[in-house]
């Protein structure tokens, strides 16, 4: 199998669409010529200019895409919306994300991970939507001792608020399934980064942080590996799901080979010809200190493959940030 993309020609909504991993998939849902329509609030959880400039790049590249400024927690535009544009698929990327902020902001993500996450079940069961491919994350593993983590393993125990309406997210749209035979495929993300990423992670802050001369944070003393997974390879996973049509299934989404921390940063400050000052701290509640993923199921149902090395995704990114920021 190859991570080659097809032309399909479906209607499709991308929710999030202004987001990092929606705009990239928008793209390449767009450039094999399906239809494609975005909703996202342009909230300012971080720079909206960010966002702005995404749907910007967007809309230049493809006039036809549609771009709603709607918040998914709006039943009511949200019901219109789809009423008016009868979609085939949908893929769900609009949320609250990250671990941290859920410590001090809890509301927000029932609000938006939940009820919003309901408004479109509803709109997609009222509307004849055939398939629901929507973000999960590696969070739902919580503080699970065996690695790497395998879909098969129970997720019953999240440690933070986040990792906890994702993981009723996954229930939500078992019941949607078994209900209303809505076809529903949950995507397990890990870690992703790479170009237009998001300021709140990792890379990107540690990035900016460099080249600014400001100290890093670095959590449980260094003592941390992530699963990062590539924006390429992610792409390519999200839309063979979105390509077949499973009755439902979840799938982890990673590189499949969990890196150090520490050996992460030694390729940023590489990159940048720069090394970091480094502020070790302690484990942050609700994170864990290592995600590792089986990519097995993905590679046999989705013919998933990842193929971007750390190297290659940290000098992408760079290269990036570099002609994006002008510094
Ligand atoms: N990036 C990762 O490493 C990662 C890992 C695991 C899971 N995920 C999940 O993948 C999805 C996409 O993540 P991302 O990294 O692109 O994040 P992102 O924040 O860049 O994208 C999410 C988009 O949703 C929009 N949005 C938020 N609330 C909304 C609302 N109420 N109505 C309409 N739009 C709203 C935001 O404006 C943003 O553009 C999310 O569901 C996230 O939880 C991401």
């Known amino acids: 199998m190859t991570n080659k993309i097809d032309k399909k020609n479906s209607k499709i909504l991308v929710t999030g669409g202004a987001g990092f991993i929606g705009?990239?998939?928008a793209t390449a849902l767009l450039k094999r010529g399906d239809e494609v329509a975005i909703?996202?609030?342009?909230?300012?959880?971080?720079?909206p200019a960010l966002k702005e400039a995404r749907a910007g790049k967007l809309s230049a590249e493809f006039p036809g895409v549609k771009i709603y400024r709607t918040d998914i927690t709006d039943h009511d535009a949200i019901a219109e919306i789809f009423n008016k544009e009868s979609f085939d698929k949908v893929c769900h990327l609009a949320a609250q994300a990250g671990v941290r902020y859920s410590l001090t902001n809890p509301l927000i993500y029932e609000h938006t991970n939940i009820l919003g996450t309901l408004n479109l079940l509803e709109s997609c069961r009222h509307n004849g939507v055939k398939d629901f491919i929507f973000a999960s994350s590696s969070s739902v593993y919580g503080n699970n001792k065996e690695l790497p983590f395998s879909e098969e393993q129970r997720v019953d125990n999240p440690i933070s608020l986040y990792a906890a309406t994702k993981k009723s997210?996954?229930?939500?749209?078992?019941v949607y399934h078994h209900l209303y035979g809505l076809n529903c495929t949950g995507l397990r993300f890990f870690t992703v980064y790479g170009p237009w990423g998001r300021p709140d992670m990792a890379l990107f802050k540690f990035s900016r942080a460099i080249l600014a001369g400001e100290a890093i944070d670095i959590y449980n003393n260094g003592e941390m590996a992530r699963d990062f997974t590539y924006i390429d390879d992610i792409v390519s996973g999200a839309v063979a799901a979105i390509?077949?049509?499973?009755?439902?299934?979840i799938f982890n989404l990673a590189r499949g080979e969990s890196i150090r921390l520490l050996d992460?940063?030694?390729?940023?400050e590489k990159?940048?010809?720069l090394t970091a000052k480094k502020n070790l701290l302690p484990l942050q509640p609700g994170d864990v200190p290592a995600t590792s993923a089986s990519i097995e199921r993905a590679r046999r149902m989705l013919g998933y493959e990842p193929r971007t090395s750390v190297a290659a995704g940290v000098r992408n990114f760079i290269g990036?940030?570099?002609e994006y920021y002008k510094k």
């Not at 997210?169 to 078992?174: G, L, S």
């Not at 390509?243 to 299934?249: R, V």
């Not at 992460?264 to 940023?268: A, D, L, P, R, Y």
């Open 320 to 322: 990036w940030y570099h």
């Open 39 to 47: 909703i996202d609030n342009f909230n300012d959880y971080y720079d």
């Open 264 to 268: 992460f940063i030694n390729e940023i």
């Open 243 to 249: 390509d077949k049509s499973y009755p439902y299934e």
């Open 169 to 174: 997210n996954e229930e939500m749209a078992y």
């Open 271 to 273: 990159n940048l010809g």
């Open 23 to 25: 705009s990239h998939i």
